[in-house]
């Protein structure tokens, strides 16, 4: 199994303001996620962390608005710039371990933006 | 597009009463099924899964699940519900050939009468 932190676990924002998300892992990884779940709805896949280059973002999703880094192969960050209320929702890391096949989650940053 | 539908999105069962939690998904290859829950304040873990062989799995806490492939289900049971299975749970979907990408249905929120 893998064991994930993140950091902060909750925020409360300003419109207009920029939050940093960080996602901690205990072993390396080479597939890393990003999830957004925001209320009532179902995971909705941000982009995969690949390290050592860009990040591959779903369709919906950029860059700009959702820049990812990923230094190393425990690591990554996920920043929600120019902040709206639209953007208030959970957002969560997620690593594969591909010798069982499954997904570990963490335990989500809980992002709220007034 | 691939999807992962859940048919209920609200139960509430008494306890002891028997549960079983739709899912179909919309994608004609080989895919590995997955089904996980989130208990309340707590982040997502896996409760079971299925890659291959007997259709019939079985997971943690009484679960238990049957891939259907001519029905494209993956329906959650458990034969007596407890207290302590009031969770939401989300049925998702990898298809072999989406780079390991995780498709999630929209959750089911189970309510358990003590």
């Known amino acids: 199994s893998a064991v994930i932190s993140q950091k902060p676990s909750r925020d409360i924002c300003q419109r207009g303001t920029s939050l940093t998300i960080q996602c901690q892992v205990d072993s390396q990884v080479t597939m890393m996620f990003w999830y957004r779940q925001q209320p009532g709805q179902s995971l909705t896949l941000i982009a995969t962390?690949?390290?050592?280059?860009?990040?591959?973002?779903e369709s919906g999703f950029v860059i700009d608005k959702f820049p990812i880094s990923r230094p190393n192969l425990t690591f990554s960050t996920l920043t929600v710039s120019n902040m709206s209320p639209e953007d208030s929702s959970i957002y969560l890391c997620?690593?594969?371990?591909?010798?069982?096949?499954?997904?570990?989650f963490g335990p989500g940053t809980r992002l709220t933006v007034t | 597009a691939q999807s992962v539908s859940q048919h209920n999105h609200h139960v509430i069962l008494s306890e002891a009463a028997s549960l079983e939690l739709g899912c179909n998904y919309s994608y004609g290859g080989t895919v590995n099924l997955f089904w996980y829950v989130q208990y309340p304040g707590q982040h997502l873990q896996l409760l079971l899964k299925?890659?291959?062989?007997?259709?019939l799995v079985k997971g943690i806490k009484g679960f238990e699940a049957e891939f259907i492939k001519s029905k494209f289900s993956f329906n959650l049971r458990k034969p007596s519900v407890q207290w302590s299975d009031t969770a939401e749970y989300f049925c998702a979907v990898t298809p072999m050939n989406r780079d390991d990408k995780i498709i999630f249905g929209k959750g089911t929120r189970l309510h358990i009468l003590p």
């Open positions: 962390a690949n390290q050592g280059s860009e990040a591959t973002y």
């Open positions: 299925y890659f291959s062989g007997d259709p």
């Open positions: 997620s690593v594969l371990l591909p010798n069982f096949g499954e997904q570990y």
